[in-house]
């Protein structure tokens, strides 16, 4: 994981500080034991604090203030059974198609739309929420921080680029790499453990947890836009369904448990209609262009290159990964001033420097090096004037190689144009709908009769956590998904 580097230097010098003085110790607020930390609670608070921002920024908040409530609400009531009810707790829902959650150091906690799309029940969602609150109540952000900053190992970023481009991609400084940490099967372990008993406190079934863990298993994906996925973030510690059902049952035969009565069909009535995959007036990838219908623009993309999409920014590589794109948008209206914002930023040496037109659009194209370290990067940007917004193109390679890069960049940038076509202006995205079942038969059946295309139906018995064989009675609701 990677923090803002202006953050980074304050969590080393207090840690080493701590180390010096014999302080590195905090309190495990779940077995309540003292435990050695290079992180201070402060410091974890502050970390979430500050990347939270950025976080909502690069990816966006799904606009639905009625799930999002949902969702905030249900999240604090099982804070409360924490083992750090005391912390201020944020709940996001973020406007991402990839099923994931995830939690960063000091409360906050992030469900995409990809992983609500694929519960089938309150009990899921309540026992994902308390597995990532357990992530926050047993620290475990930061005890990978401090685990990765006594060994000396830094804190590595998973990225779509190479280590050397990483600067110019705004990801190191953008706080985002807390995404990208890989707890381990211990950790795993013992928040799924805590997610059982938090569900189970508040009355919820944490079997169910167990059967969306099975959904999990019996999924592709592997994450997307720029976001990894839940299987690549919680690695499986190994017989977890199992292990999930029988801490299901001993909290299950306990006094205490009282269990909550809620409508069948309770969650997913709070899920109709909800995006599924792509949004493509968010943007999308057809045909080698990208087309961003809301912002009215498109570009082509190069032949075999892999493709990512957020709010922020638009980013794509070649296989080898020893090249790099990216798309953002500037800060002001001016390119002249965003072109020397980015040369006096980067320290760049200004090779080449026109004024010019693309597609009618007043530009600024910069071609720069930029030493990183002993080695020379070589770029080429491009600072694109429309309606009132600066579009920054980057393309950044090694000088050894910016030769052969050169002609595939120009091709991307000099192709920015205005998007007219009425068809891609008005591509709507696929939402998830809720419909009863017109007959009694196996979910394939039933699919067939609610019109279907059959290569959907795979894809929808893992989005309703069923199988194509399994039983599906006249009336029951179903989910399917609708252009």
Request: a neutral charge; proline letters at 4%.
């Amino acid at each position: 994981m990677i923090l803002h580097t202006r953050l980074v230097k304050v969590v080393i010098l207090a840690a080493l500080t701590s180390v010096l003085l014999g302080n590195g110790c905090t309190t495990d607020y779940v077995t309540g034991k003292r435990t050695f930390s290079l992180v201070s609670e402060s410091q974890e608070i502050a970390m979430g604090k500050e990347a939270d921002p950025q976080i909502v920024a690069e990816y966006g908040l799904y606009k639905n203030q009625k799930l999002a409530s949902y969702v905030d609400d249900l999240g604090q009531s099982l804070a409360k059974k924490s083992h750090r009810p005391q912390l201020e707790y944020t709940f996001r829902v973020l406007d991402s198609p990839v099923v994931n959650a995830f939690a960063l150091p000091g409360g906050y906690v992030y469900v995409t739309r990809g992983i609500l799309a694929h519960f089938n029940s309150e009990d899921e969602l309540a026992g994902v929420l308390g597995h990532e609150i357990g992530h926050v109540t047993a620290r475990h952000s930061a005890e990978q921080i401090s685990r990765a900053q006594l060994a000396g190992l830094g804190l590595g970023l998973g990225s779509l680029i190479s280590e050397e481009f990483r600067k110019f991609a705004d990801v190191a400084g953008a706080g985002l790499g807390l995404l990208f940490l890989k707890f381990s099967r211990e950790q795993e372990s013992e928040s799924d453990v805590l997610g059982v008993e938090y569900s189970s406190k508040l009355g919820y079934d944490a079997h169910k947890m167990a059967g969306f863990f099975r959904t999990l298993k019996g999924m592709r994906d592997e994450g997307g836009q720029g976001l990894p996925s839940f299987l690549s973030t919680h690695p499986d510690p190994g017989d977890r369904e199992v292990r999930v059902h029988q801490l299901a049952d001993d909290w299950q035969s306990k006094a205490l448990y009282r269990p909550l009565k809620r409508e069948k069909y309770h969650y997913v009535q709070k899920i109709n209609g909800i995006v599924y995959g792509d949004d493509p007036q968010q943007g999308y990838f057809e045909n080698q262009t990208f087309y961003h219908p809301k912002l009215r623009f498109k570009f082509p993309v190069p032949a075999n290159w892999t493709p990512v999409n957020t709010p922020a920014r638009v980013q794509m590589t070649p296989p080898d990964k020893k090249a790099a794109i990216q798309l953002t948008l500037g800060k002001s209206a001016n390119p002249q001033q965003e072109a020397d914002d980015f040369a006096a930023k980067n320290e760049a040496t200004v090779k080449r420097r026109v004024s010019t037109t693309v597609h009618g659009f007043p530009a600024t194209v910069l071609q720069t090096s930029v030493m990183d370290g002993d080695k020379e990067l070589r770029v080429l940007s491009y600072f694109i004037l429309k309606d009132q917004k600066v579009y920054i193109f980057h393309g950044f390679t090694t000088a050894e190689l910016y030769g052969d890069y050169f002609p595939v960049f120009t091709q991307v940038m000099s192709g920015f144009d205005e998007l007219q076509d009425h068809a891609a202006l008005n591509k709507k995205p696929s939402v998830l709908r809720i419909e009863q079942a017109p007959k009694s038969g196996d979910l394939a059946t039933v699919l067939g009769a609610l019109g279907v295309d059959q290569d959907m139906w795979l894809e929808l018995a893992l989005l309703n956590g069923m199988t194509l064989s399994d039983r599906v009675q006249k009336g029951e609701w179903v989910k399917i998904v609708k252009n």
